[in-house]
């Protein structure tokens, strides 16, 4: 049986995938029954508690939101890890900071558990169609023996090294987003307030040159331009938690990231304006103009 921990707005969908796709049993648990009784539907079954989902799976996933609550159902008291086996296997699709990865590496490994950290990238829509793309750390024979399961939520799916290393990469992989989004929200802010150039010619035509991207496309023209609708699953507090694990993990090996300090900042303007909740793109309106 294949087991399933945190089905929020990515790992019910997930989940869900998981269920339809693997051939195999899933058992499932979240402190929200809402989503619990949705996947029902599918054929996913509701678990007691922790313990009740390691008793009876081979193999754990986990959508978390951060350290916090990745640290307490792997680590604390009634953990995933206090009723473990040798043999069984946790697979963390939380996006946390490389330590906390390395961590609970080394404390399952001293129990026979095999981890991996495979963050996803791609949100929600790639959630919702199996196409999330997961960047992974720990062991080859650990990653094989997942891999089949995680394809059943995801198509780009790559070892990038040892423990730790799916969660530097997703890290790396938000910072350079968000910087991307901030410098969009600026070329915007000076088409809107120079008057030069209309929002949408620019994004269109830069999505021609060098500058085009999947932010550009995804973000840009979809997220930012007047008459839009961005999707509330991405907030401000969820990037700027993102973006602040990314530069701690600098700071741990002496590097000063200068442009994603900066972007920190205007993160923490937008939450004081008090958009912390609304989807982070919403950050062109924490620019600040001259007059």
Do not use: W
Request: glycine content about 10%.
């Amino acid at each position: 049986m294949l087991g399933f921990v945190g089905v929020g707005v990515m790992g019910e969908k997930m989940c869900r995938n998981m269920a339809q796709k693997s051939g195999k049993p899933v058992l499932a648990f979240d402190q929200n029954k809402a989503p619990l009784q949705r996947l029902s539907e599918f054929g996913v079954e509701s678990a007691t508690g922790l313990s009740d989902v390691m008793l009876r799976s081979d193999m754990v996933f986990l959508s978390l939101p951060g350290e916090p609550q990745v640290r307490e159902v792997v680590l604390g008291p009634g953990g995933l890890l206090e009723s473990a086996k040798a043999g069984q296997t946790i697979v963390d699709c939380s996006t946390c900071p490389v330590h906390l990865a390395q961590e609970i590496a080394e404390k399952a490994k001293s129990k026979g558990v095999n981890f991996l950290d495979a963050p996803v990238s791609r949100g929600t829509t790639a959630a919702e169609n199996g196409t999330l793309n997961f960047m992974v750390g720990g062991d080859e024979a650990s990653f094989n023996a997942a891999k089949p399961f995680i394809e059943t939520m995801g198509v780009d799916i790559i070892l990038c090294g040892g423990p730790g290393a799916g969660q530097a990469v997703k890290l790396m992989n938000n910072m350079i987003v968000v910087q991307t989004v901030r410098a969009i929200a600026e070329a915007l802010k000076v088409a809107q307030e120079s008057g030069a150039v209309d929002g949408k010619v620019l994004f269109e035509t830069l999505t021609t040159g060098s500058a085009d991207s999947f932010v550009l496309r995804n973000h840009g023209l979809k997220s930012m331009l007047p008459g839009t609708h961005p999707p509330q699953t991405f907030p401000v507090k969820y990037i700027m938690k993102d973006l602040g694990y990314a530069i701690d993990l600098a700071k741990s090996c002496g590097v000063k990231m200068t442009g994603a300090e900066t972007t920190m900042d205007l993160l923490k303007r937008a939450e004081s304006m008090e958009f912390g909740d609304r989807y982070y793109t919403i950050l062109i309106e924490a620019l600040e103009t001259l007059n």
